[in-house]
């Protein structure tokens, strides 16, 4: 189907409603965050692809946040809540109840299995519409079961049932084939047998496998369809399998990068989210994380060692051992080695932002440079400015912030304090160690120089004894020799 063609016999519901004690977490499981998203914002994403009908999330614990989580993803669904009878088969019963009279196709999926893609979701569907049967099961062939439901077959090879794990004898468990948890289902035919499904098993649940021996028993077919990469029935019920599915989903976002024209070094240290952006011909160097909403132009060198997160990055700028949030980059423009660069860093074509410099709220004009060992806060910067090293905005005054301007073709000298709010005219310049603490003029040279003063045999008279005094005694003595022979 095209992108905006509805499927109007399409009804998807994702099961988010459990608590996931094996995470060992206070965060819902369906909220852990791989590649920038919570895991059933992925589902999500996957199931607006598919451009259903209806899309319903049955929610139950901790149903505030992550009914406020999927609706911020997708303002189109409808959250579900599940009562207090536990079960999968309840919550797509619940979920049925709140599209009364729909009579279509039910695709049911996980919260927690973001792998899944819409090609194997559509190809899914297709395959179940093709068979005529009233429910179809996506099913997996894994070296290790441990933990998922078995997958029965009769004698012809129908699927006979599902067995959850802790149903199964000893010869079931034993099955290599598992129900992937995620079906289809003609709604009629699913609503009627939902009914029909009790609790009485190991966990006291209403199992929605149950469905399917149902189905058997009233001499219905199923059919199962077995995906073709095991990956992307992958599920998450624990922390290392939540960093296995991260590793997955970035590796596959790497390499569509790499697939549209991105030159990506080492595939294995970099971490892209899929909510990022890349452009043709753009370098990722190796330790680099390209997080969020980050966007990077045509002809950019990312890294190594950078970590950007929802940044803006122009064509042809390098960016070397940094870490930015918030900030844009302009075309051309130089960032690091070991910058930082806080939200609110607006650095123009052509700028430089250098070696140990940390920005914030702050706009750097096209062409200026702050180049190493500065703060720059709160501050705006005109075009073609140079700061001399050690520069600083001082911007709070233990009570606000306040603003600091810098002018066009401004030049500072060495270690420049300017003490805001404070302004500095264009083409002005200031002298090394100077305090700026009032408005420059443009062209003027600013200078806060107080005369030196050198007060003889301090060390000596307050630090006697130490191997300073010791070496300043030494070449005082040695200072008067030499003038003792100068004069004879």
């Known amino acids: ?83 207090e009878i536990p079960g999968t088969g309840r919550a797509v019963e619940v979920a049925l109840a709140a599209v009364p009279g729909f009579s279509g196709d039910v695709l049911v999926l996980s919260g927690d299995c973001p792998l899944v893609d819409a090609a194997t979701l559509t190809d899914f569907v297709a395959e179940h519409r093709a068979s005529g049967a009233p429910a179809t099961l996506m099913t997996a062939v ?107 989903l970035n590796a596959r976002t790497v390499r569509r990068w790499q697939l549209a024209g991105a030159s990506i070094q080492d ?44 940044c803006e990055v122009g064509e042809g700028a390098t960016v070397r051992r940094a870490d930015a949030t918030l900030a844009v980059i302009g075309a051309g423009a130089t960032v690091g080695p070991f910058a930082y660069l806080r939200p609110g860093t607006d650095l123009a074509a052509g700028g430089k932002i250098g070696t140990f410099v940390e920005t914030k709220n702050s706009t750097i004009g096209a062409g200026s440079k702050v180049p190493h060992l500065s703060y720059i806060g709160d501050t705006t910067i005109g075009r073609g400015v140079n700061l001399g090293a050690g520069a600083i905005t001082a911007n709070y005054d233990d009570l606000a912030k306040h603003r600091t301007e810098i ?17 500095i005219g264009d083409g002005a310049k200031t002298g090394a160690g100077a305090v700026i603490r009032k408005d420059v003029p443009a062209g003027a040279l600013a200078l806060s120089v107080a005369p030196q003063r050198n007060v003889e045999g301090w060390v000596e008279n307050h630090r006697p004894g130490t191997a300073a005094a010791d070496a300043a005694a030494r070449a005082r003595s040695a200072q008067e020799a030499d003038d003792g022979q100068e004069e004879g």
């Not at 401004?410 to 805001?420: D, E, I, L, M, Y």
């Open 1 to 83: 189907m095209t992108e905006n063609t509805q499927d109007a016999s399409l009804a998807i519901v994702i099961l988010a409603a459990g608590q996931g004690t094996r995470m060992r977490s206070s965060l819902p499981k369906v909220l852990h965050r791989i590649g920038g998203r919570p895991l059933v914002g992925h589902v999500l994403d996957t199931a607006r692809d598919l451009a259903p009908a209806h899309i319903l999330v049955v929610v139950r614990h901790e149903r505030d946040q992550v009914a406020e989580a999927v609706t911020g993803i997708a303002d189109e669904v409808v959250v579900v809540d599940q009562d």
């Open 142 to 248: 894994v070296e290790d079961p441990t933990g998922y439901g078995r997958i029965i077959r009769d004698t012809d090879g129908t699927v006979a049932r599902i067995v959850e794990q802790k149903d199964a004898t000893a010869v079931e468990a034993a099955v290599l084939e598992i129900n992937a948890g995620m079906y289809v289902f003609q709604a009629a035919a699913l609503g009627r047998e939902l009914a029909r499904v009790g609790t009485d098993n190991a966990q006291g649940e209403k199992y929605l496998t149950d469905v399917v021996g149902l189905l058997r028993a009233a001499g219905a077919p199923v059919a199962a369809s077995v995906a073709r990469d095991v990956t992307v029935t992958f599920g998450v019920n624990d922390r290392a399998q939540l960093a296995e599915v991260g590793r997955l």
């Open 267 to 310: 595939p294995a240290t970099t971490w892209i989210d899929v909510t990022a952006e890349l452009a043709p011909d753009v370098t990722v160097l190796p330790n680099t994380h390209i997080l969020r909403a980050t966007v990077i132009a045509a002809g950019a060198v990312i890294g190594p060692d950078t970590t950007l997160e929802d």
């Open 407 to 423: 002018g066009d073709e401004v030049h500072s000298g060495s270690h420049n304090v300017f003490v805001a709010p404070v302004r």
